[in-house]
């Protein structure tokens, strides 16, 4: 099962909603890791719009709601506009609120993103023993994301891989490589000893720094080609 939420429009189309959020990280003095709210709000976009896009959906909108205060509001949306310019979205209008009535001592940031996705669009796969796994990116946390930026994989990367056809990709998020697996294919119980990989399955993925593919043999070198030096090959037993 995807975090999000699908609501059929119409006939022809679902709205896809995904969100993340984060607390106790920007510019204030109590937050557990220090960086800028541009960063911040760019993995917390990050994580909602590939949730988004792997479920299908083309974006149509960010909601941000903001805990900094009102001086942060201009350095979020610089970060959401980052991860947007990453997609090669220019025109995807961004709205939302700041709590300026109460001033926290820790900063705190909610991130909505809106997709609209068409109901022929296939974006699951079925379990068998002929699919092909891998992993593209690496699990990262905390100052990690920071400290090798080399290792997360690009938005724009993501977005290449997505468009393939005849695939199936998941971001992985804090809960790790293997409990990703067994939300992708919930009618099969995988275990550490299943997968085969040169990571940490178990790790936590902090803002999606990486994410699952699933994919037929002969796609195995277009999406080597794409993913490049982010590719890690998973086997499963």
């Given at each position: ?51 988004c ?37 220019g ?98 119980e ?48």
């Amino acid at each position: 099962m995807r975090d999000i939420i699908t609501i059929p429009l119409n006939n022809e189309e679902s709205l896809i909603i995904a969100s993340d959020n984060s607390g106790g990280i920007g510019m204030k003095e109590h937050d557990l890791i220090q960086v800028s709210y541009e960063t911040v709000a760019y993995y917390a976009f990050r994580v909602a719009a590939m949730e988004c896009i792997a479920a299908g959906g083309e974006l149509v909108s960010v909601v941000l709601h903001n805990f900094c205060g009102d001086d942060s509001w201009s350095e979020l949306v610089n970060g959401i506009q980052k991860g947007l310019a990453e997609l090669n979205l220019g025109n995807i209008p961004i709205t939302g609120s700041t709590e300026s009535n109460f001033h926290l001592k820790q900063s705190a940031v909610g991130l909505v993103v809106l997709g609209k996705k068409p109901f022929d669009k296939i974006t699951e796969k079925i379990f068998s023993n002929d699919l092909n796994f891998a992993v593209i990116g690496k699990p990262l946390v905390g100052n990690e994301v920071m400290d090798h930026a080399h290792e997360v994989v690009p938005l724009s990367t993501f977005r290449k891989v997505s468009n393939l056809q005849d695939i199936m990709v998941w971001p992985v998020g804090s809960k790790g490589i293997l409990a990703e697996f067994n939300q992708m294919f919930p009618s099969k119980e995988f275990t550490k000893e299943m997968l085969g990989a040169d990571l940490d399955v178990l790790k936590s993925s902090g803002p999606a720094t990486c994410f699952i593919i699933a994919f037929e043999q002969d796609q195995e070198e277009a999406i080597k080609k794409i993913a490049a030096a982010f590719y890690h090959s998973i086997t499963v037993k």
